[in-house]
């Protein structure tokens, strides 16, 4: 049978062994089959990476690592992964069919039901994370249900295993989905299993109340409520809930529970290992005091606070999409990007950060070109003594913002911006730079660099000495 692939990729072969019922759903990177295995004549998921990114090494590997997690894992409430391999130009593993649905269905249900979808859950991430493994991607569309009314966590295709061949993702990349993200992960940092325990705790609160704690229109907005606004009540009818909620959705990881296990104690599961934050109250869910004119006097920056925690950690979050057909639910599927934020830094008064040059030339090579010349002055001026210089990730974040100096400033905790342009013609070089002190608004120099290409090393120093001459 030949089907169609993901986003408009041509037609998908016949993978051997294995005869195509219908389309199931799609996502960004793969898309995903009911098939039968012919060999034993039963139905399973069948996921099929496009040939697109089958053909880039980062997503291949990414796939074949979910084959090789799921593959690993002997657990009830766990995908059992049935098979995998390339057929051709094509990536493909065969999973577990689930055609019951998802957790999503239990949105102001039962809350015992729910608190046994959690339980379940929970052994689930006690068995992986015994393991190394950190699903990252905890939401109801990965939590499938069985018919015998179980539960069993799915799609780990963008899980982190410690026998990852290579990193995949940057030290300062996060991953998951926008809604469900631990703070950790909005800001880019290493993450243990309390990360999947945070986004439990959404989970919880969703299923129990109908509705996410946090809402934003905006990917900025969202992660800076995940990382500092006060967590919201649960209804007076499910307090008896509110302790679990608040320590899953505590902003700082060291007040969750410890680990998976102690969540099922507290649950009314079995637990083998004692929780050392058993007799610390509960996060307080009461909101900090803020002024009616304080509100209204910061609302102007409102962007750019959000713009200034993502900078600070230049982090890229990639995210699953839901699939475009509800029947998508017996697996999932990655990616598309956002960018996020984390924390800011209050200003210091030795402090740049270097913006991006603008390429001035019509060359696209020249692009790689200028975030070289930039990232080397960055470089050079973070090693003098005393002076504060954003990494590269933090200023490259503000590319292409509809952010004045000031704004982006503030953002980056700093009193200075280094800016500039680059003009390329043949082997001729233009390029200028200006330093300005925010806080005065004075142009403490501008200069216009007129060299041969080979020249380009002088050039950073000349510039780089020039700032640090400011600073001296």
Known sequence: MDVRGPSGDGAVGMIPGYRVIRELGRGGMATV???EQESLGREVALKVLSPTMAA???????????????????????????DAGQAGDQLFLAMEYVPTGTAAHLRGGDPQQIRQCLIEVARALSYAHERGVIHRDIKPDNIL??????FLLSDFGIARS???????????????????MSPEQWRGEAIDGRADLYSLGVVAFELLTGRLPFGA?????????????ARPPLPPLLAEWQPIVDRLLAAARSNRYANADALLAALGGASTTPDPLARIAPVATVALPRAESQQRSRRPFAIAAAVMTMALAGVTVYYAQRSSTPEAAATGTTMAAVEAPSPAAPAVQK??????????????SDALFADGLTEEIRFRLSNINGLKVPGRTSSFAF???????????AALGVQHLLEGSVRRAGTRLRITASLVNITSGSTLFSQTFDKEVADVLDIQNDIALAVADEFA
């Open 33 to 35: 089959y009911l098939a």
């Open 56 to 82: 880039d090494a980062d997503f291949a590997e990414r796939f074949l690592r979910e084959a090789r997690i799921s593959g690993s894992f002997r657990h009830r409430h766990l995908i059992s992964v049935l």
């Open 145 to 150: 249900m069985r018919e015998d009314g179980s």
């Open 162 to 180: 410690p026998d990852a061949t290579r990193q995949l993702t940057g030290p300062q990349t996060a991953i998951g989905t926008p809604a469900y």
């Open 217 to 229: 229109e905006d990917p900025f907005a969202l992660g800076l409520k995940h990382m500092t606004a």
């Open 351 to 364: 402090s740049v950060a270097v913006l991006p040059f603008e390429v001035l030339s019509a060359d696209p």
């Open 399 to 409: 590319r292409g913002k509809s952010l004045v100096a000031g704004e982006i400033a």
